[in-house]
């Protein structure tokens, strides 16, 4: 059974960096896509960008380029999201997702529950 | 970027409408179109894939159409499980965009 297990909720402060998490099981890990999604409370959501464990291939949105980094250990089969210096507008709820592709489209099957960052002074 | 422009962003229906959720690009995206649904305090599930492809264990009530620019999602029968809000999104150019959302209410 294909799984995603995200690392847990955090509360942190303004300025403070955080690393998260994202274990995959069931499949192998290296050969797919892993997408960062973010959803703000109330809003819609985000691609953040993906990385390719197998290939160390790495695609970022500009919007987020510059304000996060991902980063995957194929031996563990985990996939990272890092920042260096948190701000409040960071505060939302991250998701990664699997993305296997066919016919030349890709999408996300498979998710990861979410994981709840908080940051308020 | 690619704009994924939803319609309508919410809607009220009741168990066994019919319901049509509309999402137009910006510019083509071929057939690089997927479906969401998102329930609160959920991840988001995918439920169509390349327009119209049904994920598997996906309920057949579900169907995807369009091409280039334009695509619909409906729901043939609305069922109570169903009540969520959906997302397209385009993967044919990075940034991959969602539309905004169209949140389905009873």
């Known amino acids: 059974e294909v799984q995603l297990v995200q690392s847990g909720a955090e509360l942190k402060k303004p300025g403070e960096s955080l690393k998260i998490s994202c274990t995959g099981s069931g499949y192998t890990f290296s050969n797919f896509w892993i997408a960062w999604v973010r959803h703000v409370p109330g809003k819609g959501l985000e691609w953040m960008g993906m990385?390719?464990?197998?290939?160390?291939?790495?695609r970022y949105s500009p919007s987020f380029e510059g304000q996060v980094t991902m980063s995957a250990d194929k031996s563990l089969a985990t996939a990272y999201l890092k920042w260096s210096s948190l701000k409040a507008s960071d505060t939302a709820v991250y998701y990664c997702a699997r993305r296997p592709c066919s016919g030349g489209n890709c999408y996300s099957d498979f998710w990861g529950q979410g994981a709840l960052i908080s940051v308020s002074s | 970027d690619i704009q994924m422009t939803q319609s309508p962003s919410s809607l009220s229906a009741s168990v066994g409408d019919r319901v049509t959720i509309t999402c137009r690009a910006s510019q083509s995206v071929l057939s690089y179109v997927n479906w969401y649904q998102q329930k609160p305090g959920q991840a988001p599930r995918l439920l169509i894939y390349t327009i119209s492809t049904l994920q598997s264990g996906v309920p057949s009530r579900f169907t995807g159409s369009g091409s280039e620019t334009d695509f619909t999602l409906t729901i043939s029968s609305l069922q109570p499980e169903d009540f969520a809000t959906y997302y397209c999104q385009q993967s044919y150019s990075i940034p991959l965009t969602f539309g905004g959302g169209t949140k389905v209410e009873i």
């Open positions: 990385i390719h464990p197998g290939k160390s291939d790495l």
